[in-house]
């Protein structure tokens, strides 16, 4: 995991313990929904300024990858 993977999961784990002292059973539930939202949250963003750019769509692949520290 890289750093930015890791400082969006520390953020959906804030998010999500406050559910958790409220009933145990929404953690991992509300920890994968912020998760994803932050995700793809960050992809928007990088899209956006591609589109800004007028870069070719096949950038934004290689940006979001790099974003998160994806090889594949």
């Known amino acids: 995991m890289n750093l930015q993977t890791e400082a969006l999961a520390k953020q959906a784990a804030e998010y999500a313990i406050e559910f958790a002292t409220q009933d145990q059973?929404?953690?991992?539930?509300?920890?994968?929904?912020k998760f994803a939202e932050l995700i793809v949250q960050e992809c928007v963003g990088i899209v956006e300024d591609a589109?800004?750019?007028?870069?070719?769509?096949?950038?934004?692949?290689?940006?979001?990858?790099?974003?998160?520290?994806?090889?594949?």
């Open 25 to 33: 059973a929404l953690y991992i539930p509300k920890l994968m929904e």
């Open 51 to 72: 589109v800004d750019h007028r870069e070719p769509a096949s950038t934004y692949v290689g940006k979001i990858k790099e974003h998160f520290g994806v090889e594949k």
